[in-house]
């Protein structure tokens, strides 16, 4: 019996076949989650049993997918005391291959994407997450197809090019870059030739990498959770992985029913989750003329 037993959409609840590749819910465009057993995986394996095993995020596979990891060494990063702040604890995620976190979920989905068999993988990304994506898919030996700002900062695209990513340059923003890949789906070819759109909540397995955050967290803290996170926020997505964590982790008798406060941080430039939390709306829309500011 495979762990991950289906995907589950986050809005309608709708159950889909996790054994081939998905995108988002058909009927409404919801983020498909990963469900697992976690019964079964709760009466096979504890807490305890991750002492010793490799610092990576690929320490927490019992509830990750069940695939061949394409890993260069993400996660487990070190949670770094505040010389400032007692009782403050920095979580370097800086120290993550490519230098950022987007490793984590780029690392999942690429996994996946492998696993799948499929051959080119879309991306728009203004940088830190073009960077991951091209290391990963080198890993992979599979097509990394970015598409990023003109104006991007020269290191972003180098690292691209040095990793064999396939760069187009777009005249806008990132929204723009995103139009793009929406264009590139609406070709016939594109589901023949093996193509998946890896954005941001456009596959059900970048939020797998990111919750393993949640998971590091309590570890490192020996299962006890912090009063608060807070997190420089994009598009949101390792806010929704560490509180899927946090679910998991709670069926599984690793925690409690406490949680953290969490507090989210954005640029004023493109704050699209502090927009939406201040109107009291549920769910997020596209920030038209995203800027840094
Ligand atoms: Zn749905």
Same mark, same amino acid.
């Given at each position: 019996?495979? !762990?991950?037993?289906?995907?589950?959409?986050? !809005?309608? =609840?709708?159950?889909? /076949?996790? *054994?081939?590749?998905?995108?988002?819910?058909?009927?409404?465009?919801?983020?498909?989650?990963?469900?697992?057993?976690?019964?079964?995986?709760?009466?096979?394996?504890?807490?305890? !049993?991750?002492?010793?095993?490799? &610092?990576?995020? $690929?320490?927490?596979?019992?509830?990750?997918?069940?695939?061949? &990891?394409?890993?260069?060494?993400? =996660?487990?990063? /070190?949670?770094? &005391?505040?010389?400032?702040? /007692?009782?403050?604890?920095?979580?370097?995620?800086?120290?993550?291959?490519?230098?950022?976190?987007?490793?984590?979920?780029?690392?999942?989905?690429?996994? %996946?994407? @492998?696993?799948?068999?499929?051959? @080119?993988?879309?991306?728009?990304?203004?940088?830190?997450?073009?960077?991951?994506?091209?290391?990963?898919?080198?890993?992979?030996?599979?097509?990394?197809? +970015?598409?990023? &700002?003109? *104006?991007?900062?020269?290191?972003?695209?180098?690292?691209?090019?040095?990793?064999?990513?396939?760069?187009?340059?777009?005249?806008?923003? +990132?929204?723009?870059?995103?139009?793009?890949?929406?264009?590139?789906?609406?070709?016939?070819?594109?589901?023949?030739?093996? $193509?998946?759109?890896?954005?941001?909540?456009?596959?059900?397995?970048?939020?797998?990498?990111?919750?393993? %955050?949640?998971?590091?967290?309590?570890?490192?803290?020996?299962?006890?959770?912090?009063? =608060?996170?807070?997190?420089?926020?994009?598009?949101?997505?390792?806010?929704?992985?560490?509180?899927?964590?946090?679910?998991?982790?709670?069926?599984?008798? $690793?925690?409690?029913?406490?949680?953290? @406060?969490?507090?989210?941080?954005?640029?004023?430039?493109?704050?699209?989750?502090?927009?939406?939390? *201040?109107?009291?709306?549920?769910?997020?829309? %596209?920030?038209?003329?995203?800027?840094?500011?």
């Amino acid at each position: 019996m495979p !762990r991950l037993t289906h995907l589950e959409c986050t !809005r309608c =609840g709708e159950h889909f /076949p996790a *054994d081939r590749p998905q995108t988002v819910c058909p009927n409404d465009a919801g983020i498909l989650y990963a469900r697992y057993d976690l019964e079964a995986i709760k009466r096979t394996f504890s807490s305890a !049993r991750l002492a010793g095993r490799a &610092p990576t995020m $690929w320490r927490y596979d019992a509830v990750l997918p069940d695939a061949d &990891p394409v890993s260069l060494g993400e =996660g487990f990063t /070190p949670m770094l &005391p505040s010389r400032e702040y /007692p009782n403050v604890f920095i979580k370097d995620e800086g120290l993550n291959p490519t230098g950022s976190f987007k490793a984590r979920g780029l690392s999942a989905a690429v996994t %996946m994407a @492998k696993h799948f068999g499929l051959k @080119k993988l879309a991306i728009p990304s203004a940088g830190n997450a073009a960077g991951a994506l091209a290391a990963y898919a080198a890993a992979a030996s599979v097509e990394a197809h +970015i598409f990023m &700002p003109r *104006d991007v900062p020269i290191a972003n695209r180098i690292e691209c090019d040095y990793y064999g990513a396939q760069v187009t340059l777009v005249d806008g923003n +990132i929204s723009d870059c995103a139009r793009k890949v929406a264009e590139l789906k609406e070709r016939d070819t594109w589901s023949t030739e093996g $193509w998946l759109d890896v954005s941001t909540t456009k596959e059900p397995y970048r939020v797998e990498g990111k919750k393993t %955050m949640g998971y590091e967290v309590a570890e490192q803290l020996g299962w006890k959770m912090p009063q =608060g996170i807070i997190y420089p926020t994009g598009g949101g997505v390792g806010l929704l992985g560490m509180w899927k964590a946090f679910e998991e982790m709670e069926q599984l008798g $690793w925690i409690g029913d406490q949680r953290p @406060k969490m507090v989210c941080v954005q640029s004023s430039g493109c704050a699209p989750i502090v927009k939406a939390w *201040d109107e009291g709306k549920s769910t997020s829309e %596209m920030w038209p003329n995203a800027g840094r500011f």
